[in-house]
Nanobody
Framework: QVQLVESGGGLVQPGGSLRLSCVAS????????MGWYRQAPGKERELVAV???????NYADSVKGRFTVSRDNAKNTVYLQMNSLKPEDTAVYYC???????????WGQGTQVTVSS
C-alpha cells in the first residue's frame, strides 16, 4: 500500500501564500501521478494540481497562474505552492497517489487551508 503524510496547511489572509507538502511511502511504483485535490464544505472533491512521475502537470483552471505543483522524486515528496490566495481557495486539501493504468487512488489525511477575507 501507499502512505501519504501531509503538512503545511493553516490560516492565511487573502493575497497570501502557503506551501503544502506530502511525503509518500510504500509501494511507489512508476509510472504514477501525485498531487492535490480539495474539498470545501458541501462540495465534491475536485482536482487542484497533479504531476506525473515524468513531470507533466495538470491544473484546475481556477488555480492556473497562482498555484504550482512540484515533485522531489528523491524524497518521494510532492509540493503545492499557493500564491495570491483567495477566500474561495478555502478547503481541506488532500494529497493523492495513483499508479498509471490503475483505478485506485490513495489519499492523505487532509490539511485545512483557510483564507480569511
Amino acid at each position: 500500500q501507499v502512505q501519504l503524510v501531509e503538512s503545511g496547511g493553516g490560516l492565511v489572509q487573502p493575497g497570501g501564500s502557503l506551501r503544502l507538502s506530502c511525503v509518500a511511502s510504500g509501494s511507489l511504483y512508476s509510472p504514477n501521478v501525485m498531487g492535490w485535490y480539495r474539498q470545501a464544505p458541501g462540495k465534491e472533491r475536485e482536482l487542484v494540481a497533479v504531476m506525473t512521475s515524468g513531470g507533466a502537470a495538470n491544473y484546475a483552471d481556477s488555480v492556473k497562474g497562482r498555484f504550482t505543483v512540484s515533485r522531489d522524486n528523491a524524497k518521494n515528496t510532492v509540493y503545492l505552492q499557493m500564491n495570491s490566495l483567495k477566500p474561495e481557495d478555502t478547503a481541506v486539501y488532500y494529497c493523492n497517489f495513483k499508479r498509471v493504468s490503475y483505478v485506485v487512488y490513495y489519499w492523505g489525511q487532509g490539511t485545512q487551508v483557510t483564507v480569511s477575507s
